[in-house]
């Protein structure tokens, strides 16, 4: 057996050895082989960490927002150089398939480095006329150390879309990534190193809860973004609020999918498929609950079946595999807790419904797609967060009625719409409680384009230029040009 490798924090531009002595192991879900120890890191290192980010804080702040946006994009050359053998990481580390990783993971990390490294010499504040005896400016100031957490299932993406916006406007991060996937982060500390970012402005912590919540609770800290569950941003906002932080919360979905009859059904399909089985469903903008109109909910579920039938689960790293492994044992009981719950309410199993085995499969945490029909908006099925291969089909008559059974939810990430009708599709997007919407497509995520919730899924924006408001303050200057005016006398 070969040895595992250890992965470590990185600290001041280094590779940084823990000082707890406790270490955990990084499982590849394909097959539950442990590959790799990762330190898991003390208070003490925390505080090394946060301390290097504040140190730095000030050259970094201090450099022109050309010289930070030279820095990054060089970055994004250079993840973009190694997109192989990082997707090969991530795919380890995630069990995804790697005929997603070498097109998505990396990429958009690479271009969210390259957006904000394009625009980091254009974030500056405003100038506002007050009459000719004086004026005043804002400026649009850096907020100091931020934190980022993220979650596991786009783990390199993940510590982008938070360093990109972060370290263009002039701060510097302290980045935690899930304890399931600890590797990635690492390639991108390493390749803001190369593309010259001084010590200390990029800074990778490894550990579970405990290491994220020092960091939260941080006073030195300014701010914090999150990727995770709902109930870990509740946790997380209320550790933050102690020392009043900025929070960007990037929370758990349930998102709908409507397909009205006008629909071209073919694209619907396609788009239903990407939407629940991609990275094998662990995304969490899925569009999980699908609507689909009476009079071509037939067709779509034959049509539906058809085409997920032919997915092939099987090792991530061979490039025909479409359906990969989910993230750990523990997690693969929970969608299929989910299954038993939604055959045991009464919605029509018509797919998939248990554990993948075979060749290859029956050491690791494989969920065959799973499509239920004959679905009610009150069962566990419909109305929680699974965060695997399995979609709920349900009928629905009108526009009215759909649009409210849409927004019956706690969560408001995304939502989709399939129809020909122009007019329509605006109508009903509008009335949709979510943050990001498509039409006639699901799940396409440009990092030009804000992302991020509403309700429970979410507070504040990731990428687009919106980004940048979350990262950054600004301070208002007034500048008088004439006398002091007082009533006091002279
Ligand atoms: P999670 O909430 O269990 O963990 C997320 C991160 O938070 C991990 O790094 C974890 O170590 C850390 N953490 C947990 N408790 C903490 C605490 N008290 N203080 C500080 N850090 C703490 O989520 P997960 O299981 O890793 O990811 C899946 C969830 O993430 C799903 O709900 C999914 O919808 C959500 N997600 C959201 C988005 C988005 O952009 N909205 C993207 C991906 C995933």
């Given at each position: 057996m070969v040895q595992p490798r250890i992965i470590r924090s990185y600290i001041n531009g280094a590779d940084y050895t823990a000082t707890s002595g406790e270490v955990f192991a990084d499982i590849n879900p394909a097959t539950g082989e442990t590959i790799a120890e990762v330190e898991q890191a003390s208070a003490a290192d925390v505080e090394i960490a946060v301390a290097a980010a504040k140190a730095a804080f000030k050259e970094w702040s201090g450099m022109t927002g050309a010289q930070r946006g030279r820095i990054l994009r060089k970055a994004a050359d250079i993840l973009r150089a190694n997109n192989d053998e990082i997707a090969r990481l991530e795919v380890l580390d995630t069990g995804k398939p790697i005929s997603e990783a070498l097109v998505v993971d990396v990429a958009s990390g690479a271009d969210c480095l390259e957006y904000f490294g394009g625009i980091a010499a254009a974030i500056h504040g405003e100038h506002v006329d007050l009459g000719g005896q004086a004026f005043a400016y804002t400026r649009r100031e850096a907020l100091g150390v931020c934190v980022g957490i993220g979650a596991w299932n786009y783990p390199v993406q993940i510590a982008c879309w938070k360093a990109a916006p972060a370290l263009a406007c002039g701060n510097t991060m302290v980045f935690k990534p899930s304890e399931m996937t600890p590797a990635t982060a690492i390639c991108l500390a390493e390749a803001l190193t190369e593309a010259g970012a001084p010590p200390g402005v990029f800074n990778v912590i490894q550990g579970d809860r405990r290491a994220g919540q020092m960091l939260v609770r941080h006073p030195d800290v300014a701010k914090v973004s999150l990727t995770g569950e709902v109930g870990t941003g509740r946790i997380i906002m209320g550790d933050a609020a102690r020392t009043l932080k900025h929070v960007t919360m990037e929370l758990g979905g349930k998102s709908p999918l409507i397909v009205f009859a006008d629909a071209d059904i073919e694209n619907a399909v396609s788009a239903t498929l990407n939407a629940n089985f991609y990275t094998q469903g662990e995304i969490c903008s899925n569009g999980t609950r699908v609507f689909v109109e009476k009079s071509i909910s037939a067709a779509f579920q034959k049509r539906l079946a058809e085409r997920t039938a032919k997915l092939k689960i099987g090792d991530p790293l061979d490039p025909e595999t479409h359906v990969g492994a989910l993230i750990s044992e523990g997690h693969m009981h929970k969608v299929l807790g989910y299954i038993e719950k939604g055959k045991a309410e009464g919605a029509t199993l018509v797919c998939g419904g248990n554990r993948a085995s075979g060749a290859g499969l029956d050491a690791g945490y494989f969920v065959e797609p799973t499509i239920f029909a004959a679905c009610r908006d009150d069962m566990s099925i419909v109305a929680e967060e699974i965060f695997g291969p399995v979609l709920s089909l349900l009928e629905f008559e009108s526009e009215e009625e759909v649009v409210a059974r849409a927004n019956d939810?706690?969560?408001?990430?995304?939502?989709?719409?399939?129809?020909?009708?122009?007019?329509?599709?605006?109508?009903?997007?509008?009335?949709?409680?979510?943050?990001?919407?498509?039409?006639?497509?699901?799940?396409?995520?440009?990092?030009?384009?804000?992302?991020?919730?509403?309700?429970?899924?979410?507070?504040?924006?990731?990428?687009?230029?919106?980004?940048?408001?979350?990262?950054?303050?600004?301070?208002?200057?007034?500048?008088?040009?004439?006398?002091?005016?007082?009533?006091?006398?002279?």
């Open positions: 939810t706690e969560f408001g990430l995304a939502a989709g719409v399939f129809t020909r009708d122009l007019a329509r599709a605006h109508r009903v997007v509008a009335k949709l409680e979510a943050g990001t919407c498509w039409i006639n497509n699901y799940n396409i995520t440009p990092i030009e384009v804000p992302f991020g919730g509403v309700k429970q899924s979410g507070i504040g924006r990731e990428n687009g230029l919106a980004a940048i408001n979350h990262y950054s303050q600004l301070k208002s200057v007034y500048v008088e040009l004439g006398d002091v005016a007082t009533g006091y006398p002279l």
